[in-house]
């Protein structure tokens, strides 16, 4: 049991700051949004969300939800969750919100990662191209979506009903004080809390522990057949191993190459590549952790499964787009 005590006490250590910067996450983003719906505020952002929520066939304030991801991924799912638990979407609904939830997610990595990380290091033509790619694939994922809203989608998905609470407030309809009405959007958000944070935190414990006895590296194996397929230089290998773990290490590898070794075109085809591998990873790692924890296992799973097949799918063309251009 002692020998246990030191492996124990650092698996907590690195599941610690995971778990309170993800709770931190949910828990600002999704008072933010419970305090606008009681200042009646969600009925002016769910205006502007109605042009993607409406030819989707989802009510306009599930884009309040869509808009809030931009600004935290965490939120924007959290508050999707509460409108799945409510009965508003069923789980039809909420995997057409989910997937287009994808570009609006991709957003905040824009500035928080990719302008004052990567661009740098890549160079400005090779880091615009990589950005631009990026953003064309999480779009691409966003409008199949609001497409198959169009398509697949009713109001015996939707139970608009549910909204009544919503939709009676407002600085007209409501006479609480707004001492009460920030009162009482705490007290929602700390139910919210109480439901996902004990859920994040066994299946984060439990995916580092595993993660910790297997050999994540051994993953990137496939890599060499990927790029050999896709005639890209051999470098490519080393390149989607390292990038596969790393971003931004594969990033600082790939960068002395531009210009020689790889064209830029093909810099952004090696890094994309290294994006699908590093599905196995980033999947297994956070994906599954954090889709778990939000919707539970059986629906987190189906979350999973749908984005990740959209990812491959247009990360996939993108690269044939990119090599086939020949920049």
């Known amino acids: 049991m002692q020998s246990a005590a ?4 650092g698996l907590l250590a690195e599941v610690a700051p995971r778990l309170a910067r993800v709770t931190l996450f949910i828990a600002v983003g999704v008072t933010a949004a419970n305090v606008a719906v009681a200042f009646g505020l969600v009925r002016y952002v769910a205006g502007l969300s109605g042009l993607l929520t409406r030819p989707a066939n989802l009510p306009d304030e599930v884009g ?20 799945r638990e409510a009965g508003l979407l069923d789980d039809r609904a909420t995997l057409v919100a989910v997937t287009i939830n994808t570009f609006f997610g991709f957003v905040q990595h824009v500035f928080t990662y990719y302008v004052p990380v990567l661009i740098p290091i890549l160079g400005w ?12 694939v ?3 994922i966003t409008v199949t979506g609001v497409l198959a809203g169009g398509v697949l989608l009713s109001e015996r ?3 608009r009903s549910a909204l009544a609470d919503v939709e009676a407030g407002g600085p007209d309809a409501d006479d ?33 522990a595993l993660i910790t006895y297997v050999d994540v590296d051994a993953l990137t194996a496939v890599a060499e057949p990927l790029t050999a397929a896709v005639g890209l230089p051999g470098a490519a290998v080393a390149v989607v191993a390292i990038y596969s773990l790393d971003t931004t290490a594969g990033a600082v590898a790939i960068a002395p190459l531009i210009g020689e070794t790889f064209t830029p075109a093909q810099a ?7 994006g699908i591998v590093s599905f196995a990873v980033s999947t297994f790692k956070r994906s599954i952790p954090f889709q778990f924890g939000i919707w539970g296992p059986e629906f987190g799973a189906k979350v999973v499964a749908v984005n990740t097949a959209l990812k491959v799918l247009f990360i996939g063309i993108a690269v044939a787009l990119l090599l086939a251009s020949g920049v």
Do not use: C, H, Q, W
């Open 6 to 9: 030191p492996e124990l006490f």
């Open 64 to 83: 309040t939800a869509i808009l809030t991801t931009a600004a935290s991924t965490t939120a924007g799912y959290a508050t999707l969750a509460e409108y």
């Open 125 to 136: 033509y090779t880091g615009v191209l990589y950005v631009s790619a990026r953003a064309g």
């Open 138 to 140: 999480a779009l691409a």
């Open 157 to 159: 998905n939707v139970d």
């Open 176 to 208: 609480r004080t707004s001492r009460e009405r920030v009162r009482d959007a705490l007290s929602k958000s700390a139910g919210t809390l109480k439901r996902i944070v004990p859920r994040l935190a066994v299946v984060y414990t439990l995916v580092v």
């Open 268 to 274: 952004v085809a090696t890094m994309l590549l290294g």
